[in-house]
């Protein structure tokens, strides 16, 4: 066995115990899960079909080690080359070695390898060539030394050293960016000003009218560590704005003190012996401008970059959860399922664009009615879509929640007064994201001659059928249920939403012979190119009959078929199995037990009870643990098991249609659009969504308003204020509570917008959500 490969396997059992450390999860997990994913698997195929091998990790888990290998490995990768830059400088010793071999943050590592990083030419370094070092040194080592006198044998007048206080001044420089680089002073302090600082914001010079939205945050200060994410991340975007200046500092009463306690710390941890008292020796007081000088010049910016950095980071962390459960929720939102339905993409003066579609979501029909301004051809409009339902058994009206949603509903309200012998329910829908799917390549590819406005309600019409099959169209960041999803890491929130959608599609599962290659495309294992080659063999040969034809789709191979094969559905099929989640890999257990039951599958296949008296214990073998028999038993008995609720729908109040109609104590049923560490806002059927603060989602104190509420469920809220200059709503859900009176607020409105009547997205205007209402938007200030 070579060095490197000895090495190498040192770094993978290092990261296999941090790994199980950190996630408190056996080595044995941790190593098969990493062998797995090396492997090629996905984490949807690993939670479920590999159970054995990882000790039955669920999908959460897998993703936090799957994330967290990458860090660590890029960690080992950078503690090696640290390592091979200081040997090569000849100054890596033992000591040293052993502590960069310890580190165990990345930060650590940085800190350790300071003093040999490459830089650019520092003050420092020209004090040392101008030979004032040593004089550092004696300073130091004399206790009793007067630091002037001193001075006055390192002259150097090639240097431009010609007076003590040059010299020392130089000596100053060398200590302080010698203390700066000591890691263990680097940690110590750090650690404290995480635990202690405040992170500090005024108004920039001249910016109090063009950064009026950010007004709250013109003079103010809070400990970084009780600092929301969303605060944090109102607070940068302000600064990146030009509107706010930020700084790093203790509580105000302690940044005012003289000395300041972090040079205090400073002196603590360097244990020089600094004196700051008025009549200190000359060797003190110069001991203790060295510690002021460390903290103020070399400590004081660097860590207020880092930890700003470090808030910036963590909000990003935080803001990026809040985005993935919330598209999760929307994702795996009740279908209504096989029904024929009608999508309406409101609009005023370009019309009501109407698509019908079937119960596999196929377009049938389509139109385009004026019943407002400036046509007003209400009853031609009502004639039109009464045909449409009529010709196609219509079951569901879909109406798009963008302008004229309220009035649109009004129409489909009359058109069911009108013709009530039509079976219709009418459902509003969220259309974010419904106009860039239009525009999309995707979408012209689907619908090549059809009008890009009619492709709106196309999506419209299939997000109520389907919302996971028809979402997975879009790129997440267009279904607006975010928090400051501009502001965050870009890249790290798509590999996040990726995540999820992927993790969704495979929970569900997919009908191999009705899905669209976008959907199919999120299959574990399969790609875009797969996913183009299964639909194009579907249109060539017709339906799959049986998952064993996979095999013959183009560049289908074992690989592809391992992973994905389990999740891919053939309703109908002549193998029963084929239609549930049970992996064609574990057949012969399935044989087995229907051998014991001397039946065929179709005999037993959904019927509750059928395998009563049988254990799973039975029927394991090498290969196959008791975990995948138990899931097989499960799917004999509920085969193809939907995880998503069941579809219910929420009926907005007749006569509330703007916000002038609403008034304090209303209680109303909404459905809620968006949930963040604030609080949720819900869709009352104004145009205008409105805030449920935290504090106000329960009677019993709230952590994460994710405990409570969901995005698309639906709720019941209580009116507290409105603001109609403003366009804010106040909500609460503890319905006893009191209304209050309409304040007015400064604050910038937080709230999603609604489209425009361009039909393009408004990009949500959440800069600061905070504001002087009394309830709701006051306490978000607070």
């Excluded at 040999?116 to 009793?144: V, W």
Aim: proline share 5%; hydrophobic share 40%.
């Amino acid at each position: 066995m070579t060095v490197e490969t000895l090495a190498q396997q040192q770094d993978h059992q290092q990261i296999l115990a941090l790994l199980a450390s950190e996630l408190n999860i056996r080595i044995q997990q941790a190593a098969s899960t990493v062998e797995l994913l090396d492997n090629g698997a996905t984490v949807p195929f690993i939670a479920r079909y590999r159970k054995e091998a990882t000790g039955g990790l669920d999908d959460n888990v897998l993703r936090d080690l799957e994330v967290r290998l990458i860090y660590l490995r890029d960690m080992q990768s950078r503690r090696h080359a640290i390592l091979e830059s200081i040997r090569q400088q000849e100054k890596l010793t033992p000591e040293l070695e052993q502590a960069i071999l310890a580190a165990d943050t990345k930060q650590r590592l940085e800190d350790l390898y300071a003093p040999y990083k490459p830089k650019r030419r520092t003050r420092a370094q020209i004090a040392r060539e101008a030979g004032l070092e040593p004089l550092a040194d004696a300073i130091l080592a004399q206790a009793n030394a007067d630091p002037l006198a001193l001075a006055e044998g390192y002259l150097n007048a090639d240097a431009k050293i010609d007076t003590g206080k040059a010299a020392l001044d130089g000596a100053r420089d060398i200590l302080a960016e010698r203390f700066a680089e000591q890691a263990d002073l680097l940690e110590a302090m750090r650690d404290h000003l995480w635990k202690s600082a405040h992170l500090y914001s005024k108004v920039a010079e001249g910016k109090e009218q063009d950064g009026d939205k950010f007004r709250d945050w013109f003079d103010f200060n809070e400990p970084l560590r009780q600092l929301p994410s969303h605060r944090v991340l109102a607070l940068l975007r302000g600064r990146q704005q030009g509107a706010l200046d930020l700084r790093l500092g203790l509580n105000p009463e302690q940044d005012q003190l003289l000395p300041h306690p972090c040079v205090l710390k400073v002196a603590e941890l360097t244990d020089i012996g600094a004196d700051f008292s008025a009549d200190a020796s000359p060797r003190d007081h110069w001991l203790a401008e060295v510690c002021r000088w460390t903290w103020r010049v070399k400590l004081l910016t660097a860590f207020e970059s880092e930890l700003i950095g470090r808030l910036r980071e963590e909000a990003e962390q935080e803001s990026t959860r809040v985005f993935a459960a919330n598209l999760r929720d929307l994702l795996l939102a009740a279908p209504a399922g096989n029904k024929a339905v009608l999508g309406l993409d409101p609009g005023i003066r370009t019309g009501v664009k109407a698509a019908v579609i079937d119960a596999t979501g196929k377009v049938l029909d389509t139109a385009t009615v004026y019943p407002f301004e400036p046509r007003r051809d209400r009853e031609g409009s009502i004639r039109t879509l009464a045909g449409l339902a009529t010709r196609h058994q219509v079951e569901l009206v879909a109406i798009g929640n963008g302008t004229a949603s309220r009035e649109t509903e009004k129409l489909v309200a009359d058109l069911q007064s009108a013709f009530p012998q039509l079976p219709l329910t009418r459902v509003v829908v969220s259309e974010a994201g419904a106009s860039v799917y239009s525009a999309s390549e995707m979408a012209a590819q689907e619908f090549p001659d059809m009008d890009v406005s009619l492709r709106g309600a196309v999506s419209i019409a299939r997000r109520l059928q389907d919302p996971l099959a028809e979402l997975v169209k879009i790129d997440p960041k267009s279904i607006g249920v975010g928090q400051y999803q501009h502001d965050v890491n870009q890249r790290e929130l798509a590999r996040s939403l990726d995540a999820v959608v992927e993790d969704c599609v495979n929970a569900v599962g997919v009908d191999v012979n009705t899905a669209s290659a976008p959907l199919l495309a999120r299959v574990s294992g399969l790609n875009n190119t797969l996913a183009k080659n299964i639909v194009s063999w579907r249109d060539e040969n017709g339906a799959f009959h049986s998952r064993k034809q996979l095999r013959d789709v183009p560049r289908f191979g074992e690989k592809a078929f391992e992973q994905a094969a389990g999740f891919l559905r053939i309703p109908g099929a002549a193998n029963p199995l084929d239609a549930s989640s049970v992996h064609p890999e574990a057949y012969p257990v399935a044989a087995r037990i229907l051998e014991r039951l001397q039946t065929e599958a179709s005999e037993v296949m959904g019927k509750s009870g059928a395998l009563k008296g049988l254990s799973p214990s039975d029927f394991t073998d090498e290969r196959f643990g008791l975990p995948t028999v138990r899931d097989i038993f499960n799917e004999i008995e509920k085969p193809g098991r939907d995880p998503r609720p069941e579809f219910t729908t929420a009926k907005f109040q007749e006569g509330i249609d703007s916000l002038k109609d609403l008034t304090p104590g209303m209680i109303l049923e909404g459905v809620v659009t968006n949930v963040a560490n604030f609080g949720a806002f819900v869709d009352i059927g104004v145009h205008q969504d409105g805030l449920v603060h935290i504090s106000a989602l329960s009677e019993t104190f709230v952590k994460d308003p994710r405990d409570v509420v969901r995005v698309g469920q639906t709720v019941k809220v209580k009116v507290q204020e409105v603001d109609v200059a403003r366009k804010r709503i106040g909500l609460t859900m503890r319905l006893n509570d009191d209304s209050a009176p309409v304040r007015g607020s400064s604050s910038a409105n937080n709230a999603p917008q609604r489209r425009s009547g361009n039909n393009r997205p408004n990009r949500q205007a959440d800069p600061a959500p905070t504001g002087a209402m009394a309830a709701a938007f006051s306490k978000l200030r607070r």
